[in-house]
């Protein structure tokens, strides 16, 4: 498997995708189409944000990236291989693609953390040593050891959420999916987020993050993806797309800060006439860029 | 309910389980014997000082736990201690029975006393130990995940109905009679397709964690301290020996 990695651990290919209800929801005035003709490639071992408005379809394209959805139309590739559908194929599939939901509720069953993480690996039919083991590090890895004989009912919003990442990271996935993973949780929340988050990719894991936040899709990605309307409309690096004004406002996006400011302070050199240098571009972007790295947590 | 089960998952026997389990099943068995007067009573005091010394459950907990079946049982036993008879003579009368009296004195001590004992399992061991048990005496898996999942969803349909009724009475559906019977109604009818589609999250939640129709999670092993275990064997022969002796 090692020899013939492929560059792009997964890539979709005009993906469709209908809810059931999809002519209810027409005849409502609302587009049927939860996708509608979605590629994208993502390599291995990045960093990819997913960035849309509300509705834009977000949640329902990563639900194809486990193998979760089966798309109407289009395919999918994983690791360069069109996706199996059959059950065993999934059940390999869901286990490299690993999928942290939007809500934990909807992830988290067991009555306390300890066997709750342990539910995965469980699964893949591990004996017991070896599911205590990786219970035990996922435990760590995610800074809530001392979370382990909590009854789940008992825990904050936030615990919750760490608790159902950790039960997706015991599984070991090569590709972490989380569906909005800051949603809900406070500044600080969000910076441990970013550093168990860091962890992971230091170990190799491929990582995928829907988010609103524009500023952190900035900071922390080396790929964005903007969807509207269950579409793609642009994939790129950050600084790149996420300058295009027009582009990101007609997808409900805000500018992350950094480029706002940029923006401000280009406008403002031009007013007091000071000029930059015409052989260095795109110098003020890499120095904002730089910027809004420090005001990150060091990781 | 949240109440009880946080104390079971802090109490300083938590870690005992099983010897917890034989010695409130041990008192249980005691209370319904022995007769009420010594035996009930000894069993009613001794669960009381485990659950305040031992457990070290707050008094506060432990007597608010105790004075809900206390509550039915006084009001049931109403009907022991007076007999209404009906008469075309006399008409109706109620009498104050003497012998009822001491029936009614009979059956409280005795059933409280034997709901002590249940009360300081429930509040003393978690459910999940009580679960991981039933898993080791093979119990049917079926059985056990059906327990599982339904203590789980209790404290979800706790909580979505909680908001429900604060999503209601932010608004003023509550103001008055008539209108919370009409918030409470819709807000049960809500409850139910909220709780449906709860469900049907968490099973597609759970599938892309490998869920393939059987739950199963490691459970925790316990050393069983045979300590605790001879200071039950213990408590319950006193209580047997004074019994005997006092007869
Ligand atoms: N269970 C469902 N049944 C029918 N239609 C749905 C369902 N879930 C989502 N949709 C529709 O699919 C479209 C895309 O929704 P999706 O949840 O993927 O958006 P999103 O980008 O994740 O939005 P958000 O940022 O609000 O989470 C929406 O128009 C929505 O109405
Ligand atoms: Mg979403």
Same mark, same amino acid.
């Given at each position: 498997?090692?020899?013939?990695?492929?560059?792009?651990?997964?890539?979709?290919?005009?993906?469709?995708?209908?809810?059931?209800?999809?002519?209810?929801?027409?005849?409502?005035?609302?587009?049927?189409?939860?996708?509608?003709?979605?590629?994208?490639?993502?390599?291995?071992?990045?960093?990819?944000?997913?960035?849309?408005?509300?509705?834009?379809?977000?949640?329902?394209?990563?639900?194809?990236?486990?193998?979760?959805?089966?798309?109407?139309?289009?395919?999918?590739?994983?690791?360069?291989?069109?996706?199996?559908?059959?059950?065993?194929?999934?059940?390999?599939?869901?286990?490299?693609?690993?999928?942290?939901?939007?809500?934990?509720?909807?992830?988290?069953?067991?009555?306390?953390v300890f066997?709750?993480v342990?539910?995965?690996?469980?699964?893949?039919?591990?004996?017991?040593?070896?599911?205590?083991?990786?219970v035990t590090e996922a435990l760590e890895e995610i800074d809530i050891s001392f979370l382990a004989?909590?009854?789940?009912?008992?825990?904050?919003?936030?615990?919750?959420?760490?608790v159902?990442?950790a039960?997706?990271v015991a599984?070991?996935?090569?590709?972490?999916?989380?569906?909005?993973?800051?949603?809900?949780?406070?500044?600080?929340?969000?910076?441990?987020?970013?550093?168990?988050?860091?962890?992971?990719?230091?170990?190799?894991?491929?990582?995928?993050?829907?988010?609103?936040?524009?500023?952190?899709?900035?900071?922390?990605?080396?790929?964005?993806?903007?969807?509207?309307?269950?579409?793609?409309?642009?994939?790129?690096?950050?600084?790149?797309?996420?300058?295009?004004?027009?582009?990101?406002?007609?997808?409900?996006?805000?500018?992350?800060?950094?480029?706002?400011?940029?923006?401000?302070?280009?406008?403002?050199?031009?007013?007091?006439?000071?000029?930059?240098?015409?052989?260095?571009?795109?110098?003020?972007?890499?120095?904002?860029?730089?910027?809004?790295?420090?005001?990150?947590?060091?990781? | 309910?949240?109440?009880?089960?946080?104390?079971?998952?802090?109490?300083?026997?938590?870690?005992?389980?099983?010897?917890?389990?034989?010695?409130?099943?041990?008192?249980?068995?005691?209370?319904?014997?022995?007769?009420?007067?010594?035996?009930?009573?000894?069993?009613?005091?001794?669960?009381?000082?485990?659950?305040?010394?031992?457990?070290?459950?707050?008094?506060?907990?432990?007597?608010?736990?105790?004075?809900?079946?206390?509550?039915?049982?006084?009001?049931?036993?109403?009907?022991?201690?007076?007999?209404?008879?009906?008469?075309?003579?006399?008409?109706?009368?109620?009498?104050?029975?003497?012998?009822?009296?001491?029936?009614?004195?009979?059956?409280?001590?005795?059933?409280?006393?034997?709901?002590?004992?249940?009360?300081?399992?429930?509040?003393?061991?978690?459910?999940?130990?009580?679960?991981?048990?039933?898993?080791?005496?093979?119990?049917?898996?079926?059985?056990?995940?059906?327990?599982?999942?339904?203590?789980?969803?209790?404290?979800?349909?706790?909580?979505?109905?909680?908001?429900?009724?604060?999503?209601?009475?932010? +608004?003023?559906?509550?103001?008055?009679?008539?209108? /919370?019977? &009409?918030?409470?109604?819709? $807000? @049960?009818? !809500?409850? =139910?397709?909220?709780?449906?589609?709860?469900?049907?999250?968490?099973?597609?939640?759970?599938?892309?964690?490998?869920?393939?129709?059987?739950? +199963?999670?490691?459970?925790?092993?316990?050393?069983? /301290?045979? &300590?605790?275990?001879?200071? $039950? @064997?213990? !408590?319950? =022969?006193?209580?047997?020996?004074?019994?005997?002796?006092?007869?």
């Amino acid at each position: 498997m090692v020899a013939n990695m492929n560059k792009f651990i997964l890539e979709a290919r005009n993906l469709t995708y209908e809810y059931n209800a999809a002519s209810v929801i027409e005849s409502l005035g609302v587009r049927p189409q939860a996708l509608s003709g979605v590629s994208l490639m993502i390599k291995r071992g990045s960093k990819v944000a997913i960035l849309g408005g509300n509705g834009a379809g977000k949640s329902t394209l990563t639900m194809h990236f486990n193998g979760m959805y089966k798309p109407t139309s289009g395919e999918l590739l994983l690791d360069g291989k069109p996706a199996d559908y059959s059950r065993k194929a999934r059940l390999d599939w869901m286990q490299r693609v690993g999928m942290v939901l939007q809500d934990p509720d909807d992830q988290i069953f067991s009555a306390t953390v300890f066997k709750d993480v342990s539910f995965g690996p469980m699964n893949l039919g591990l004996p017991e040593d070896q599911v205590k083991i990786r219970v035990t590090e996922a435990l760590e890895e995610i800074d809530i050891s001392f979370l382990a004989e909590m009854p789940t009912h008992m825990l904050s919003f936030g615990q919750r959420k760490k608790v159902a990442i950790a039960g997706v990271v015991a599984m070991r996935p090569e590709v972490l999916v989380l569906d909005e993973p800051t949603a809900g949780l406070d500044p600080s929340g969000v910076d441990q987020l970013l550093n168990i988050l860091a962890r992971l990719h230091a170990r190799g894991a491929t990582l995928i993050i829907t988010t609103h936040d524009v500023d952190l899709a900035y900071g922390w990605a080396d790929e964005v993806i903007i969807m509207k309307d269950g579409q793609v409309v642009r994939q790129g690096e950050p600084n790149e797309v996420m300058s295009d004004i027009p582009m990101m406002e007609s997808a409900s996006l805000r500018q992350p800060w950094p480029l706002a400011m940029g923006q401000a302070l280009e406008e403002n050199l031009a007013c007091l006439r000071i000029k930059r240098k015409a052989n260095e571009p795109n110098s003020l972007g890499d120095f904002i860029k730089a910027i809004n790295t420090k005001s990150r947590l060091p990781v | 309910m949240r109440l009880i089960d946080t104390w079971a998952n802090i109490n300083n026997w938590r870690h005992h389980p099983i010897e917890v389990i034989y010695l409130s099943m041990g008192l249980l068995l005691l209370a319904m014997i022995l007769p009420p007067m010594p035996g009930a009573a000894l069993v009613l005091l001794t669960v009381t000082l485990c659950a305040l010394f031992g457990a070290r459950i707050p008094p506060f907990i432990f007597f608010r736990v105790l004075l809900l079946p206390l509550t039915f049982l006084l009001v049931g036993s109403l009907a022991l201690v007076f007999s209404v008879s009906f008469d075309q003579s006399t008409g109706l009368e109620i009498a104050f029975s003497d012998q009822g009296m001491q029936t009614a004195k009979t059956v409280i001590l005795r059933s409280i006393s034997a709901v002590s004992a249940l009360i300081l399992l429930t509040l003393t061991v978690p459910l999940t130990e009580i679960i991981t048990l039933m898993r080791r005496v093979r119990v049917p898996n079926a059985l056990i995940e059906l327990i599982e999942l339904m203590y789980r969803f209790l404290f979800i349909f706790d909580e979505i109905f909680a908001s429900l009724l604060k999503a209601q009475s932010v +608004r003023l559906g509550y103001r008055n009679l008539w209108l /919370s019977y &009409r918030s409470l109604s819709s $807000a @049960v009818a !809500v409850l =139910f397709f909220r709780a449906m589609d709860r469900a049907r999250r968490l099973e597609s939640g759970l599938e892309s964690r490998g869920y393939s129709g059987e739950l +199963r999670v490691l459970n925790v092993r316990r050393k069983i /301290s045979s &300590r605790f275990f001879i200071f $039950a @064997v213990l !408590v319950h =022969f006193i209580i047997l020996g004074i019994t005997f002796i006092t007869i």
